[in-house]
Each structure stands twice: as structure tokens, then as C-alpha cells.
């Protein structure tokens, strides 16, 4: 696994305990008419759920570049032809073009 997988991992691990902390937070809060106490819980109910939610989104984002870099080591040629394509559609698309005198 690697450095920055172990990272996600520490992160998820983290999300999950902040939103069980928030979730105990808000049942005592519940239970004993503590309304700040309550609302303490579910600001670290979602505080967790949107750690552990980035990380996957990380995880992800980070397999799709994984499998750029490889795309562009395996063909090079390929590649370039790709990204030359794009930008010249680009340039078509963005910039203005030239009104014809006459």
C-alpha cells in the first residue's frame, strides 16, 4: 500500500471516530436537554461524514491519475497527438475569429 493510501485510510479511520463522537454527543445532548451539547454532535456528525466522504473522493482522483501517467509512459506518440488535438480544438472553440473584409 502506499504512503499516501495509508493516508486515506487515517483519514477515513479519523471521519469514522468524529462522527461516533458526534453521534454519542448528540444522544447525551438529547438526553439531558443539552441543546448546544446536540448541536455539537451533528456539526461533528457531518464534519466526519465529509472527512471519510473526501478521502474516497481522493482515493479516486488519485487512481484516475495513476492510469494518465501510465497511458503517457506506455504511448508516448499517442499521447501528444491526443493533447495537440485538444488544443487545437480548443483554440477553434475560444478564440475569435477574423470578419472577412469586402
Sequence with gaps: MTESGN???GEK???AIEE???RLKDAAGGLTGDLGLQAEGKVDQLSGMARREFADL???GEGK???AV???QDRPLLAVAVAALVGLLAGL???PRRAAKG
Aim: no cysteine.
Design 7 to 9: 493516508d486515506t485510510f
Design 58 to 60: 481522493y482515493e479516486e
Design 65 to 67: 491519475l495513476e492510469k
Design 20 to 22: 461516533g463522537t458526534g
Design 70 to 72: 501510465l497511458f503517457v
Design 13 to 15: 479511520a479519523k471521519g
Design 93 to 95: 472553440v475560444l478564440l
